[in-house]
């Protein structure tokens, strides 16, 4: 491998941020000057498009579907701040293995020595959490991540998605699969949604590793193609992006997880469930009274 790399695998369910958290992050890492290369493991290959002002660009899978042997720099694309981008890909929807892009992908880069010819510091893959097929399994299961972090908000299923990531990594922990550096907290923009995902960090013993609110800014970004780092470099956004990208840098040690089994999950998540209805009916009763 090339000189100190560290390769890191960002998981979350779909639509919960996690491209947008993994591309501020690797936009973050290429400004304070290190070279990145970020690895998209979602059959949409979106992952690296507000990384290239919003184009897509051929998947791994693509160009195999084209030919037979492929060079792997054609399938290296670099964006803001020369981040080396690449897809893996997926099949056409209804056919075939959505996790086989990953694995085909990955081969290929180690096959052609691509980390230590591209001399990179980060690699960071950014994986589909919904799933538990063998090939998204790949970073974990096969070690190739030495961090693995999981996207999630307060909402039932982004913290059902992370409780299942844990239970994979409970699972390969000793086969010397990669461990969890820990939870990446995003869309919490009010107290009630802190203490939800604070308390399932505590329950699983693991940690928060960075609170990111819900923002327009990274919205605004993102229609225009672009990372907030990119686009709104001042903003206080881009400054929260950049803490956690510095707190990933800094990270050394990843631990196993204690997940939830099914009906400590289901538990877990009643008893919110009643505390919220208790603070929505405490809020009612208050504005009563003001009133």
């Known amino acids: 491998m090339a000189n100190n790399l560290k390769q890191i695998a960002i ?30 493991a979602d059959p949409k290959a979106d ?10 660009i051929p998947s ?19 964006g803001f701040g020369g981040i080396y981008c690449v897809e ?5 929807p209804g056919v075939g293995c959505a996790g086989r892009g990953i694995i085909t992908a990955v081969e290929l880069l180690k096959q052609q020595r691509v980390f230590e010819e591209l001399d ?32 999630s908000s307060s909402d039932f299923m982004a913290v059902y998605a992370a409780n299942n990531l844990f239970r994979g990594i409970e699972r390969f922990s000793n086969s010397g699969g990669a461990l969890l550096g820990g939870i990446i907290a995003n869309s919490i923009n009010t107290d009630f949604q802190r203490d939800v995902i604070d308390d ?10 960075q609170y990111v609110p819900r923002s327009l800014t990274v919205t605004q970004a993102e229609l ?12 206080a956004q881009a400054d929260i992006y950049r803490k956690l ?43 009563r009274a003001v009133a």
């Open 88 to 92: 893996a890909g997926g099949p056409q």
């Open 200 to 209: 399932f960090a505590a329950r699983t013993a693991t940690a928060i590793v």
């Open 224 to 235: 225009s193609g672009r990372t907030t780092i990119e686009a709104a470099p001042q903003s």
């Open 47 to 56: 992952s690296t498009n507000t990384l290239r002002g919003g184009a897509y």
């Open 120 to 151: 990179l510091d980060y690699v960071i893959y950014d994986v589909l959490g919904d799933v538990v097929c063998g090939g998204f399994a790949v970073p974990v299961r096969e070690g190739i991540a030495e961090h693995v972090f999981t996207v």
């Open 11 to 40: 998981y979350g369910k779909g639509g919960i941020g996690k491209s947008t958290t993994t591309s501020n992050i690797s936009a973050a890492l290429a400004e304070a000057g290190y070279k990145v290369m970020q690895f998209g």
């Open 60 to 78: 791994v899978l693509d160009l195999l579907a084209e030919r037979r042997r492929v060079d792997a720099y054609e399938a290296i694309f670099q």
């Open 245 to 287: 990208a510095r707190r990933i840098a800094e990270h050394t040690e990843s631990k196993v997880p204690t997940p939830l089994d099914p009906q400590q999950l289901r538990e877990w998540s009643s008893s919110w469930a009643d505390r919220l209805v208790a603070a929505e009916r405490a809020e009612a009763e208050r504005d």
